[in-house]
């Protein structure tokens, strides 16, 4: 079966750390060009210029070319985005992303990329029912007059008010109202509420993947749409976006003062798309940080075994392992290399010998080998994604979770050791 080129566009200011991550792991999947819109952090030199030399990466800074390209978007003179223009922090983000995706699509077309999703860096794919774990594969099962493909969310679900690294340490999900039993869905909606204003604390809707053809357009953050003609759209029944949100007492706390906004509750409407969005910043903006972690422990954290357990049997919550595993892979790996390339230059700076006139030049050149190695470990791109590297996506299903973890990691010891690997 031929692989289609498969890119993700994306708008981050996270850190190079956890950006290297989600692209190794999405390659792995079978994504193969990944076009960042960098902002924050993302955009310092250091940052962006590491990874603009990994392999399929294309690095867009908002510099006065892109600003320029934003302003004569057509977008603004249409209506389908219009709710949103001319307001501040998630409006305007939302409508960043839009503009971005637009740029994104025009980037695609050029390196003849045949689908393109939208999808962040706090989001993990999971191509469920897939016997390789590959998006690819299940990409290439529909028809060829499908236009866009969407991928049901699934939101992550905290079980300790101590989390740091949601992708290593939370593997129970909600999943969506299209891959549950609706009877059921219905049956516990206020069970899984829990008190907030929706099922999911944020976006529901999910995110779709378009084939690139001309014509195609944004239609927000979370769809695509065509200028020439309307799109056939199909939902997949399995695979998934894993919507990692509010994982971290630190995320919740970081809405405070966020935006300039004022708390109350006209401001957070005028600042905040969605309902959880404005009730978080209020909370985080009027209570203490003892206060804070009582709402968050009430709201978001799933510390009672029975309820998670008997949501688990109705089908409304899953526990996912293969991500959180292959995300741990990739860093042992990441680490690992680095220190090899220090124990390298350790070990050439240890056979320097300080009686020779030559000492001060030697010298230089360990210090440059020592600074080349951990430059490239810094820019390491990871694995490649041929099918070899994917876990089968049925071991997050059936088996015991002990089982399911001691199985991923046996097979994914034994790719990411036969994986090829590139240092460019």
């Keep these: 079966m031929r692989h289609a080129r498969l890119a993700f566009v994306t708008t981050t200011a996270d850190s190079l750390r956890q950006i290297r991550l989600w692209i190794q792991y999405h390659r792995a999947v079978g994504v193969t060009d990944f076009i960042l819109f960098v902002e924050g952090q993302a955009a310092k030199p250091e940052v962006s210029n590491a990874l603009d030399k990994i392999e399929g990466v294309k690095v867009v800074i908002r510099d006065e070319a892109l600003k320029q390209r934003h302003a004569s978007s057509r977008i603004w003179n249409e209506t389908w985005l219009s709710a949103f223009f001319h307001k501040p922090c998630n409006h305007e983000l939302f409508v960043l992303q839009s503009l971005n995706m637009e740029a994104g699509i025009e980037i695609a077309l050029e390196r003849k990329v045949e689908w393109i999703l939208h999808v962040d860096t706090d989001e993990l794919m999971y191509p469920g029912g897939a016997p390789d774990y590959s998006l690819q594969r299940i990409l290439a099962s529909y028809e060829d007059d499908v236009d866009t493909v969407v991928f049901p969310n699934y939101e992550s679900l905290p079980e300790r008010d101590d989390v740091k690294d949601p992708f290593t340490e939370v593997t129970l999900f909600k999943r ?33 993947a378009a084939r690139v053809q001309p014509g195609l357009r944004p239609n927000g953050a979370h769809r695509w749409y065509s200028y020439t003609k309307a799109p056939r759209e199909e939902t997949s029944d399995q695979a998934a976006v894993l919507h990692y949100t509010y994982n971290r007492f630190e995320d919740l706390k970081s809405r405070r003062d966020r935006c300039d906004c004022a708390p109350t509750e ?17 909370a985080a903006s009027m209570k203490s940080d003892e206060e804070l972690m009582g709402w968050f422990r009430e709201r978001l954290v799933w510390n009672d075994p029975a309820v998670v357990m008997d949501l688990l049997k109705n089908g409304l919550f899953v526990r996912l392992y ?13 680490d690992d290399t680095l220190a090899q390339h220090q124990l390298q230059a350790n070990q050439a700076v240890a056979g320097i010998d300080a009686g020779t006139t030559h000492a001060a030049s030697v010298q230089t050149a360990a210090n440059e ?8 470990a810094t820019n390491m791109t990871s ?14 299903a059936a088996a015991s979770s002990k089982t399911v973890r001691l199985r991923a990691r046996t097979l994914l010891n034994y790719k990411l050791n036969t994986a090829e690997l590139d240092w460019s």
């Design 369 to 376: 080998q020592a600074a080349a190695g951990a430059s490239q």
């Design 322 to 334: 293969t991500p959180q595993v292959l995300v741990k892979g990739f860093m042992t790996l990441n």
């Design 176 to 208: 969506n109202y299209h891959h549950v039993v609706p009877d059921l869905y219905f049956k516990s909606y206020h069970a899984v509420a829990r008190g907030n204003p929706n099922y999911f604390i944020t976006y529901g809707n999910g995110k779709s």
């Design 383 to 396: 694995l490649r994604s041929p099918a070899s590297l994917r876990v089968n996506a049925g071991l997050d």
């Design 266 to 282: 006209e401001d957070a409407k005028r600042c905040f798309i969605l309902p959880f969005d404005r009730m978080a910043f209020l």
